[in-house]
């Protein structure tokens, strides 16, 4: 059985070594079973705070510090990644897929470093499947016509709604980039057809 984990991560800035994850959002597909999980956290406390990031994400340190804290967040969400897979079973591992998901791998792999874990491969099969990479190449002969790439303007290219105050919100983010996860697939499909 295909384990999926769609993932977006919500970061205080762009540097993975020296910025924070502040927000996880997943959305686990196993067979037909669908299961949505966030966590909002607040940075360690050497991580950079970059008040750029903060602001696109519509959030102040303030509110940032209220939240639990990131080992707190780390026990969580390695619980209910062990839910899904045995981390001691090599075949047993979700597809981390995202959306640039480079960025939100390197994010989740330095939070576990973070919390003294060296096993976030444990939980996730390599390679990470990027969504952006995958509709770059549906979409290479339209490419210069597009004014960017982010995860807004491809989806709306796709034909999925997107409501512009929603995004830089994790669970949102990834709810877009799962649609478009399987707009891209099939679309795929179709060429090889």
């Given at each position: 059985m295909i384990k999926k984990c769609f993932i977006d991560i919500e970061s205080t800035g762009l540097?993975?070594?020296k910025?924070?994850?502040i927000e996880i959002a997943c959305i686990f597909e196993i067979g037909g079973f669908i299961d949505e999980f966030v966590l909002k956290c607040c940075p360690f406390e050497d991580d950079l705070i970059d008040e750029e990031a903060l602001a696109i994400?519509?959030?102040s340190k303030d509110e940032i510090f209220k939240r639990m804290s990131p080992k707190m967040a780390y026990k969580q969400l390695t619980q209910k990644l062990s839910r899904?897979?045995?981390k001691y079973d090599k075949k047993d591992?979700?597809?981390f897929i995202g959306y640039s998901a480079l960025f939100d791998a390197n994010f989740l792999r330095e939070f576990f470093m973070k919390n003294s874990d060296f096993y976030f491969g444990s939980f996730f099969f390599y390679p990470i499947i990027d969504v952006a990479t995958l509709a770059g190449l549906t979409l290479m002969e339209e490419r210069p016509a597009l004014i960017d790439f982010k995860l807004s303007t491809v989806a709306k290219r796709f034909g999925i709604k997107v409501e512009e105050k929603k995004l830089h919100g994790a669970l949102y983010d990834i709810q877009i980039t799962?649609?478009?996860f399987y707009q891209v697939q099939e679309v795929l499909?179709?060429?090889?057809?």
């Open positions: 540097d993975f070594m910025h924070g994850v994400n519509n959030v899904y897979v045995d591992k979700l597809h799962r649609d478009l499909t179709r060429q090889r057809g």
